[in-house]
């Protein structure tokens, strides 16, 4: 097993796309500061691909050699990680608000797929060829399959589901057949809202009372 810090394991994957849930590993109020961080290392970014499914254990653990024996370059990829999930998050917030992102994020996100695919092969999959990544152990590794994820959200869609939770500042896709989800999780956000609307309309009525 690779070692997992309890914030990373106990961390809910609910995106319901690879970019999202790399967004989604801050927590924080809904257009607030940044809260609680779950990636606070390099090890921690690596943990994170490993749950998520990115990184196989074999892998994940020769990466995590491999920083330990590099850590200065560990570092910089890690603050990069960090700049890509800024990028991100201010690129699909807007997307979620109905607005143009800025086009610094989209350039930022253009450059590092020119970066990913440069290191990625053509190789057939099920239903026509795929890009993949070789088994590596370049320290960028983990985030390329999340640029990519990215990208095709961008380009391919479904845009107009991208949604921010309604209580903080994840982000998701909202496949409910009827686009009503409102929450990163109910049990979460969800119940918070409703438990903070409940005292709300006590306080209102014994006002009135
Ligand atoms: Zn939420």
Not at 62 to 80: C, D, F, I, N, T
Not at 126 to 145: R, Y
Request: with cysteine.
């Amino acid at each position: 097993m690779v070692e997992t810090s309890d914030y990373i394991a106990r961390l809910r994957v609910v995106g319901g796309d690879l970019a999202l849930d790399f967004v989604n590993t801050v927590d924080g109020e809904r257009d607030g500061d940044p809260g609680f961080e779950h990636l606070r290392s390099y090890e921690d970014l690596v943990a994170w691909g490993y749950r998520v499914g990115l990184l196989p254990e074999e892998r994940a653990w020769r990466v995590l050699r491999v920083a330990r024996g590099r850590s200065s370059e560990a570092e910089a990829a890690y603050v990069r990680a960090l700049e890509l999930r800024d990028d991100l998050y201010e690129l699909f917030r807007a997307v979620a608000r109905g607005k143009s992102p800025p086009s610094g994020s989209v350039e930022a996100l253009r450059r590092a797929e020119s970066e990913a695919l440069s290191r990625a092969r053509l190789v057939p999959g099920e239903e026509g060829f795929v890009w993949q990544w070789p088994d590596e152990d370049d320290l960028d590794g983990v985030l390329w399959p999340v640029v990519h994820a990215a990208i095709e959200l961008l380009v391919s869609g479904p845009l107009d589901r991208v949604k921010a939770c309604a209580g903080c500042r994840w982000l998701f896709v909202d496949e409910s057949r009827n686009r009503s989800r409102r929450w990163c999780t109910m049990e979460e956000c969800g119940t918070h809202e409703k438990v903070r609307r409940y005292l709300e309309r006590r306080a209102a009525r014994r006002k009135r009372e």
